[in-house]
């Protein structure tokens, strides 16, 4: 069974430092997408990517967030300078050509 | 808007019981999934629909597209099946829309 891996599973940052989020997805697969959860809520839509650059972002995808896949296999999510709120289990995901979506095991983000 | 809404949002069963949670959207969609998240955090992918019924073992999709109205069942429960269930739905815009989730849980 194909999987998405994520690294790493729980990181604790102080405020104002930055974060760097790393996913491998799947390698035949050609959307990927960060959500994030904040605990106790729904999961909330990021970012998806498509062909190397953003195809869509929500408004809480502002410019403290920027996404890249720098060597054609990683697909990292970068938080320039973290605030409490951002902490949240983040997820990447991929999804294959029959629009099944896989999701990582999640990056559990605590800003202190 | 685009909404996706669960019902209910906990419950509990007995072992055994035949399991209906049910997911309705606010507007047409390309397809709709449902998911499951277990306790750790992980999230699977169950079963993805566009239409009609689909099963996998213990488990069982169903989609009203008139009705804008989705069913996952679980026949025979069991403790192991005791997760968060969550239906996310794609309004064609090629991203999910998370619903709420229903925590789940099968008593011995």
């Known amino acids: 069974e194909p999987e998405v891996t994520q690294t790493p599973s729980h990181q604790v940052t102080q405020m104002g430092q930055e974060v760097i989020l790393r996913c491998v997805p799947i390698s035949n697969h050609l959307y990927f997408y960060w959500y994030r959860q904040i605990l106790g809520q729904k999961v909330e839509f990021l970012v998806s990517?498509?062909?190397?650059?953003?195809?869509?972002k929500s408004e809480i995808f502002d410019d403290q967030f920027s996404v890249e896949r720098p060597d054609g296999s990683n697909f990292t999510l970068k938080i320039r300078s973290t605030k409490l709120e951002d902490s949240a289990m983040y997820f990447c995901?991929?999804?294959?050509?029959?629009?099944?979506?896989?999701f990582g095991e999640g990056s559990w983000l605590t800003v202190v | 808007k685009n909404e996706v809404e669960q019902s209910p949002q906990n419950l509990t069963a007995q072992e055994g019981e035949f399991i209906t949670i049910n997911c309705s959207y606010s507007v047409g969609i390309s397809a709709l999934h449902w998911l499951q998240q277990h306790p750790g955090g992980g999230i699977v992918s169950l079963f993805m629909l566009s239409s009609g019924k689909k099963k996998h073992g213990r488990l069982i999709a169903t989609i009203n597209i008139q009705e804008k109205h989705s069913s996952l069942h679980i026949t025979a429960s069991h403790p192991r099946d005791s997760a968060v269930y969550i239906c996310?739905?794609?309004?064609?815009?090629?991203?999910?829309?998370f619903g709420t989730g229903t925590r789940l849980t099968i008593i011995p």
């Open positions: 995901a991929s999804r294959a050509p029959g629009n099944t979506i896989y």
């Open positions: 996310a739905v794609d309004f064609g815009n090629e991203k999910l829309t």
């Open positions: 990517f498509y062909n190397n650059e953003i195809s869509e």
